[in-house]
């Protein structure tokens, strides 16, 4: 075989190389959807193509994709040393799909010095397509869990698969993929994008963090202002734990903040005073009766009061219950 055609063919395998080595079960997975890629390669060739003809309708399956600004101006400086792979469009001539490689094709249809990218083209239905993107991606970084209970949840919604379909894409158990999306339905998208991929953090952390949640009655809308206030300042750290831990991740950070808040929440509840089940009611020094507060109600009995205070106060019962709830949230 030609020394221009070995190394075309070896493009693919050497995208699987970089980064850190996943395991053994995942690698082998991995090249034998990279390699099944590089075999359905039109005749190997490496291809010029237009940015604007490549289309990216994937699943998304990054949290937190990185800026493309210092790979775009290495590519304008140095030239892409690396092709995207992308597969013909099924239905429109002279288009693509992307299977991977999406930071190559941001970055130069964001370039003003270069106008094509280099391609392979492949033969790819859409199952094996996205085992080859995942396959890239586990390569190169292995998906965090949140980003895979949330790929999964959305591959399940869009009727991509079954659950058993969907752990052969991923490389995990059936059991593995039910865990991950009961995971992803407690989770709101928005709060898991706010805190980012948290590499490191494994199932039994995001678990306990659900469940603490729910046990908080949580705003998740609150914790995304944690969350994306934590990783904004990038300086939430004390010195004690940047000198050990220079580079840590701050969407790691961001879920520890989130579960510390959450647990203070959980803290607070056991924390503040049970109120007295009934306490009396007085007007004008006289005792009119009581409010008891029974399992999931609270009852008030009024006596010796005039009529029309009774009619009045029934009256506004909603308005004076909105405004008191407004001042208990406020002092909570």
């Known amino acids: 075989m030609a020394d221009s055609k070995k190394r075309r063919m070896s493009m693919l395998d050497s995208l699987s190389g970089t980064g850190n080595a996943p395991p053994a079960g995942a690698m082998m997975s991995s090249n034998r959807a990279l390699r099944s890629a590089r075999d359905a390669v039109d005749a190997h060739n490496v291809w010029d ?103 999964a949840y959305e591959l399940l919604e869009s009727q991509f698969g079954n659950q058993t379909q969907i752990a052969e894409v991923l490389n995990v158990t059936r059991s593995a993929v039910s865990m991950a999306i009961a995971l992803a339905k407690a989770i709101d998208p928005a709060l898991a994008r706010a805190i980012g991929p948290a590499h490191g953090v494994g199932r039994p952390r995001w678990e306990a963090l659900a469940k603490d949640m729910s046990a908080a009655n949580s705003d998740q809308r609150q914790l995304c202002s944690i969350a994306k206030s934590v990783r904004n300042q990038g300086a939430t750290q004390d010195a004690e734990k940047r000198d050990e831990v220079p580079d840590l991740d701050t969407s790691v950070v961001a879920f520890e903040a989130v579960s510390k808040h959450v647990k203070r929440q959980i803290s607070q509840q056991r924390e503040r005073p049970r109120a007295n089940r009934t306490v009396p009611l007085i007007i004008g020094g006289k005792p009119v009766g009581s409010a008891k507060k029974t399992d999931g109600a609270i009852r008030l009995d009024l006596k010796n009061v005039d009529d029309g205070f009774a009619l009045w106060l029934a009256g506004q019962a909603q308005s004076i219950v909105s405004e008191l709830h407004d001042r208990w949230k406020r002092d909570v």
């Open 49 to 151: 193509l237009d940015p604007a003809q490549i289309d990216d309708d994937r699943f998304a399956d990054r949290l937190d994709p990185s800026d493309v600004q210092d790979l775009r101006t290495s590519i304008e400086q140095n030239g892409q040393t690396v092709p995207i792979l992308v597969r013909r469009h099924p239905s429109e001539a002279d288009r693509y799909l992307l299977v991977y490689g999406r930071r190559r094709l941001e970055a130069i249809k964001g370039s003003e010095r270069t106008a094509r990218i280099r391609a392979l083209i492949a033969n790819l239905d859409d199952a094996a397509a996205l085992k080859a993107q995942v396959s890239e991606n586990t390569g190169r970084r292995d998906l965090s869990y949140i980003e895979r209970a949330l790929f």
